[in-house]
């Protein structure tokens, strides 16, 4: 079944833009599981594009690809003018668990992906704390990981991404390990970040609130292999805020997501029982 975008109206991020990612008719195996085929998507320089789907159905390969940490099998990825064959400058990604070095502090997690990029002494002296400081981890540069909450690790696993002003950020469900409360404080405050140093976004998650309350758009990936399902405008106004949460048109959006997602995991079990 194909589907057509549940709103007309494109969000100010999409139009008049050049694309900043282009993934055109992707396909990717593990040996002989064929993960997902023909996925197609573009993502503005300045757009957030949120990604559901059940589990296992390619998120995080997808994510892995588009960085050039996997090699894919059919199709083509563009990140700008480039063409992604291996990791390319300016994208960074930020992992579900953190990914810090529990042997460095958060100024030497933060340091280490600039210094990864190549960035000199100077630059590096410079920015660490500057990006500290706007995940609000400021007073924290000597703490180690396991001396934080899994929200502060969250925060500096964005700040060493941020870091190196990427122009594409993948984020593979960042939020899924804290609670919620701090997910909720997390959300808004990546939206702040966003607003301050807007990038082309792909936000992985599992939850449709947070997909709508953060995506200019929404993919929904479904099927075995996966391919996408919909892609769906979120024409919910700018910045989105607490009161965004609230909206008609939010509740609408959240649902026409999850009856797309559930209509999914039923027939997922229909295949299954079969
Ligand atoms: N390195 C690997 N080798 C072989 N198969 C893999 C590998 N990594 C993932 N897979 C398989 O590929 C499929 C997609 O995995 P992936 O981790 O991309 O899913 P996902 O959508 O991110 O799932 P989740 O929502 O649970 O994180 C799964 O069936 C998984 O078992
Ligand atoms: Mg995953």
């Not at 070095?101 to 210094?115: D, H």
């Not at 991404?161 to 950020?169: G, K």
């Not at 709508?212 to 892609?231: D, F, Q």
Request: charge should be negative; proline fraction near 7%.
């Amino acid at each position: 079944m194909t589907s057509q975008p549940t709103a007309t109206v494109p969000s100010p991020a999409i139009a008049d833009a050049e694309p900043r990612i282009r993934v055109r008719g992707l396909g990717k195996h593990y040996g002989a599981l064929e993960v997902f085929k023909n996925i197609d998507f573009d993502v503005g320089p300045r757009e957030i594009v949120a990604i559901v789907g059940p589990s296992g159905c390619g998120k995080t390969t997808l994510l892995r690809c588009i960085d050039g940490l996997l090699p894919h099998d059919a199709g083509e990825i563009m990140v700008g003018n480039e063409r992604v064959t291996e990791p390319i400058a300016g994208v960074a990604m930020v992992f579900q668990h953190f990914g810090l070095f529990p042997w460095k502090t958060v100024t030497e997690n933060v340091a280490y992906g600039l210094r990864m990029a190549g960035a000199p002494k100077a630059e590096i002296e410079r920015k660490v704390p500057e990006f500290i400081k706007l995940v609000g981890l400021a007073g924290f540069e000597k703490a180690f990981p396991y001396q934080m909450s899994g929200g502060m690790q969250q925060r500096c696993g964005l700040a060493r991404a941020l870091a190196i002003e990427p122009n594409v950020l993948l984020m593979d469900e960042p939020f899924a390990a804290v609670d919620a409360q701090t997910r909720e404080i997390l959300q808004f405050e990546l939206l702040r970040i966003w607003e301050e140093r807007p990038t082309a976004m792909i936000f992985v998650t599992h939850s449709i609130e947070e997909a709508v309350l953060l995506g200019h758009r929404v993919i929904v990936l479904k099927g075995r292999p996966s391919s996408i399902h919909e892609n769906i405008v979120i024409d919910l106004p700018e910045p989105r805020t607490r009161e965004t949460l609230q909206l008609p048109r939010f509740a609408e959006l959240r649902e026409r997501v999850w009856s797309t997602l559930m209509r999914e995991a039923r027939e997922a079990e229909f295949v299954l029982e079969r």
